[in-house]
């Protein structure tokens, strides 16, 4: 946790620091790091805050969860060793109940670093422009279910494989591909379907037509690879997508399905979790 927690002060000092927006021909220009290829232009100040608190928390959250990752794999593999949890077992409570409180320990690792940023960030970015809004809430909920995704398949494969090298490996795979090789793909000739959960109402809507034929003309690797997006690990682009629409004034959400998959990762890991961990002897 220090380290995360130095991270999201990092990330606070670096929100206050890199950035400006200034008001040029009725419009709120942004620019990182006073240099002019940065600018981005937007309708109001408040559209133009919205990047800004984004890229700091989503940075946070591609190096946290990383840490996390290590933490949540020998945090739970730790309390399944055969001596200490016959001492937990010991306890009168249920053994859901114990790994649950295990899990909510284990989450609040990443929780509270992640709260630090956010609040931080906004407070930060509200006072330099004097905009505060609600959009930390957005940004603590999607990415705090990012955090819960990796807690809960932490908990169940650690309980599984009894050691932290499966959690280890399988969450960071699924790291790369979401924090990563997803949003590359997307950036390109093989974005295979319009923005996901995310398209703005009165900022354009791409052809999903155009989307569905550039997907049949994939090699098969990259079509299982854009199933994988659309079904099994949405990209955390995709959490960080629903805080963006949120967050602006006419902003919308298209599409639940990112976040309904997400759950159904958060749902599965805990139960394969319990349900290894009371058919255990130990």
């Known amino acids: 946790m220090p380290l995360m927690l130095g991270l999201a002060i990092v990330m606070?000092?670096?929100s206050g620091l890199t950035w400006q927006v200034e008001e040029k021909d009725g419009q709120a220009v942004l620019t990182?790091?006073?240099?002019?290829?940065?600018?981005?232009?937007?309708?109001?100040?408040?559209?133009?805050?919205?990047?800004?608190?984004?890229?700091?928390?989503?940075?946070?959250?591609?190096?946290?969860?990383?840490?996390?990752?290590?933490?949540?794999?020998?945090?739970?593999?730790?309390?399944?060793r055969p001596g200490v949890a016959g001492l937990y077992l010991?306890?009168?409570?249920?053994r859901t109940a114990l790994l649950m409180a295990g899990a909510t320990g284990?989450?609040?690792v990443y929780l509270m670093p992640l709260a630090l940023a956010v609040a931080g960030i906004w407070l930060v970015?509200?006072?330099?422009?004097?905009?505060?809004?609600?959009?930390?809430?957005?940004?603590?909920?999607f990415f705090g279910l990012y955090g819960l995704i990796i807690t809960a398949l932490g908990v169940g494969l650690g309980t599984v494989a009894g050691n932290p090298s499966l959690p280890i490996v399988v969450l960071a795979l699924m790291w790369v591909t979401t924090a990563f090789v997803f949003p590359i793909l997307q950036k390109d000739e093989f974005y295979t379907e319009p923005p996901a959960a995310t398209i703005l109402s009165d900022y354009g809507r791409e052809d999903e037509?155009?989307?569905?034929?550039?997907?049949?003309?994939?090699?098969?690797?990259?079509?299982?690879?854009?199933?994988?997006?659309?079904?099994?690990?949405?990209?955390?682009?995709?959490?960080?997508?629903?805080?963006?629409?949120?967050?602006?004034?006419?902003?919308?959400?298209?599409?639940?399905r990112p976040a309904c998959v997400a759950f159904g990762q958060v749902i599965f890991g805990f139960l394969l979790g319990i349900l290894w961990f009371s058919r255990k002897d130990y």
């Open 125 to 141: 970015t509200g006072i330099k422009t004097g905009i505060y809004g609600s959009g930390c809430l957005c940004l603590l909920v």
């Open 32 to 80: 990182f790091f006073g240099i002019e290829k940065t600018a981005q232009s937007f309708s109001s100040f408040e559209e133009a805050i919205v990047p800004v608190r984004n890229l700091y928390t989503y940075t946070w959250v591609i190096f946290g969860s990383l840490m996390f990752i290590f933490a949540a794999a020998f945090l739970t593999t730790r309390k399944l």
């Open 209 to 256: 037509e155009y989307y569905a034929r550039k997907t049949e003309e994939l090699p098969v690797l990259l079509r299982m690879a854009a199933a994988g997006k659309r079904y099994i690990m949405p990209p955390l682009g995709d959490l960080t997508a629903y805080a963006t629409a949120l967050q602006y004034p006419r902003g919308r959400v298209l599409t639940w």
């Open 90 to 94: 010991s306890m009168p409570l249920s």
């Open 12 to 14: 606070i000092v670096l």
């Open 106 to 108: 284990i989450f609040l």
